[in-house]
């Protein structure tokens, strides 16, 4: 099975874990909802990410790639052409899909593997950077900005209104894609991915197409990101190519999956909504303690990863999955759910 | 005389200068076991390498049935019916058994669903179903070498490629696999190409025998015949007797 079906209690758990979802903006204040929107973001990206490295075996290390080039594309539509959010997404995830195409084609036709193919991911993130910033119709380095128009309501035809309308927008997003990947899973392509991410050659010699799969789990992993970019553009109404194609930003993306369990369905979104609080909390704590010692927050928070990632080597979700007892059998992760 | 399934005609293979395989030539007929033996580095996996896809032989022609494999790659010649196993056990680790042979099986069928019962079938009579649900990290060496068996199966192989299946096993963990070996053939009419050093298992298996040495071909013929051929005897002396039982 590509993930081991849910206990009843798991799926109660999830169900009530949903409704404080859907109910959370009444009892937030609108900085705890940023928390959270900011949260879901990385669930929602570290998805993403999840299915090519978790799932198919694939490091990439310039994810901001996707991001920026599905924010720009979406906001360009916007300010110079009018066109709304929903038709940029479908240009977003359309450039996203061929950038990833061109990037999987290159890495995978001339055997470029593992970290070498890491390497090519940060360079054509870091080349895209460098040319964002010399692109004077995105505005250059000195950044794109989108109009900011007072509605009087929420609009998610335009996605402008309040904190919460991005907030429901990220959720929806969230589900959307773990119901994809979880289904994407189950499917002749997921079991390949599998394949190739445990052994290639060995799955080659099972029939796998192995440059197909590989090139597949980078279109889609590269077409999902960029969603989070245009999002990330009409919340912001700004884009620098110093900040959105970044390095740390590439970095950022990968952490929550990996402190929640890399090729798990669920590490990316637990990850997100522990690592995410926990940064801004350490955040809080320093300013209220009047410590502004630079790097300071950085040093915490890597403090806290090593400890994460040394107690729970696997991830946070596969633990707690267990400890819980959410799925059928104990002991066996099933497929799709790296084993413990 | 029975059609061949499998022609390797002069296909040779060289690694910087080192011919790995030279020239060989061999026909694996339908519905036969054929053996291919040798001392350590005679290039029996190299050849297998070359006729699974791995890489291409510097020179020469394979084909399957009257097709071309040359310049297909592995997956392209599992789908035109090669099933092999590798020398060193390779599963995937963090499926499950099932998972493991699953994934073989989507080969021909591309339903999970289907597939997944197509998989179930291969496992029974490996004896594996128990196991299905276990990751294959957890699994025997002997477990490990009926799963590589069992996700080769599961892509409905007209020819079969084992590599030294047997090696490392106790003797009588050898024995049932051996005879699984033999019901897939004569039951279900299975041809096998196979790499092997015991020589109790090529005695009891094969119709027929092709000897590597320094990767060219020294002897093909009945399996008495050839372990009685001077070249051969002389090509195992001081490495191994090619009438000694399991090597430890
Ligand atoms: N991929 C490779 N690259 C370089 N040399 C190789 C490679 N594979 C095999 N060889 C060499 O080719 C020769 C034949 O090896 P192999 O086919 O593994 O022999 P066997 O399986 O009969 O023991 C050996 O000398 C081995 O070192
Ligand atoms: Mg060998």
Redesign the interface.
Same mark, same amino acid.
Request: charged residues 25%; proline residues 3%; aromatic residues 6%.
């Given at each position: 099975?590509?993930t081991t079906p849910l206990r009843p209690h798991g799926w109660l758990l999830a169900a009530i874990l949903l409704g404080l979802l859907l109910a959370a903006p009444r009892f937030l204040d609108p900085y705890q909802l940023s928390v959270l929107t900011l949260a879901l973001w990385f669930a929602y990206v570290g998805q993403a990410w999840n299915l090519m490295m978790g799932f198919a075996g694939q490091l990439s290390l310039g994810h901001a790639l996707y991001v920026g080039l599905g924010g720009y594309a979406a906001a360009a539509l916007y300010v110079h052409f009018g066109v709304g959010p929903w038709f940029g997404m479908l240009l977003a995830v359309a450039v996203a899909a061929v950038v990833g195409a061109v990037i999987g084609a290159l890495g995978f036709r001339f055997g470029v593997r593992g970290v070498y193919f890491a390497l090519l991911t940060i360079a054509f993130a870091e080349f895209t950077r460098i040319a964002f910033d010399h692109w004077d119709w995105l505005g250059g380095s000195g950044g794109l900005f989108l109009p900011v128009v007072h509605e009087a309501s929420n609009d998610l035809w335009t996605l402008r209104g309040e904190p919460a309308l991005y907030y429901y927008v990220m959720l929806a997003m969230t589900v959307l894609a773990l119901l994809l990947v979880s289904v994407l899973l =189950?499917? =002749?392509l997921g079991?390949?991915w599998?394949?190739v991410r445990?052994?290639q050659?060995?799955?080659?010699?099972?029939?796998?197409?192995?440059f197909r799969t590989k090139l597949s789990a980078v279109v889609l992993s590269g077409a999902m990101t960029a969603p989070g970019g245009v999002i990330f553009a009409f919340m912001h109404n700004n884009l620098f190519p110093e900040e959105i194609f970044s390095m740390a930003r590439s970095i950022e993306i990968i952490i929550p999956p990996i402190v929640g369990g890399l090729?798990t369905l669920f590490g990316p979104i637990v990850g997100a909504f522990i690592l995410t609080p926990f940064g801004e909390a350490v955040s809080l704590a320093l300013d209220q303690a009047g410590l502004s010692l630079p790097g300071l927050k950085q040093f915490l928070y890597g403090l806290a990863l090593m400890v994460i990632i040394i107690w729970m080597p696997h991830g946070i979700w596969p633990w707690l999955a267990r400890r819980l007892g959410l799925f059928g =059998?104990p002991g066996?992760?099933?497929?799709g759910e790296?084993?413990p | 005389m029975t059609d061949a399934l499998l022609t390797v005609e002069r296909v040779t293979k060289n690694f910087r200068g080192l011919r790995a395989v030279a020239e060989v030539s061999l026909t694996v007929p339908e519905g036969r076991v054929v053996a291919l033996v040798g001392p350590n580095g005679a290039g029996k996996t190299t050849l297998f390498n070359l006729i699974?896809g791995?890489f291409p032989p510097d020179a020469g022609h394979i084909q399957l049935a009257g097709r071309r494999l040359n310049g297909l790659?592995? %997956?392209q010649v599992?789908?035109a019916g090669i099933?092999?196993t590798?020398q060193m056990v390779?599963?995937?680790? %963090?499926?499950?058994v099932e %998972?493991n042979v699953?994934?073989?099986a989507?080969?021909r069928s591309?339903?999970?669903a289907t597939?997944r019962q197509r998989a179930r079938v291969v496992l029974e009579p490996l004896g594996l179903a128990p196991l299905a649900?276990?990751?294959a990290?957890s699994l025997t060496l002997l477990e490990r070498k009926r799963l590589e068996l069992a996700?080769?199966l599961?892509?409905e192989p007209r020819l079969l490629l084992l590599d030294e299946v047997l090696a490392g096993l106790r003797p009588g963990e050898l024995q049932p696999l051996l005879d699984l070996l033999q019901r897939f053939n004569r039951d279900a009419g299975l041809t096998i190409l196979l790499v092997e050093h015991v020589m109790r298992a090529v005695m009891a298996l094969s119709d027929q025998v092709v000897v590597l040495d320094h990767g060219e071909k020294i002897a093909d013929g009945a399996p008495h015949d050839v372990i009685a051929d001077p070249r051969v005897i002389e090509c195992y002396l001081g490495t191994e007797q090619p009438t000694a039982p399991t090597r430890s």
């Open positions: 099975m590509s =189950r499917s =002749r079991y390949y599998l394949a445990e052994d050659d060995a799955a080659a010699a099972a029939g796998v197409n192995v090729g =059998r066996h992760g099933g497929g790296k084993a | 699974a791995v790659r592995p %997956d599992c789908a099933g092999r590798f390779r599963p995937f680790l %963090d499926l499950s %998972d699953l994934v073989g989507l080969l591309r339903h999970t597939a649900n276990r990751t990290r996700r080769a599961a892509t």
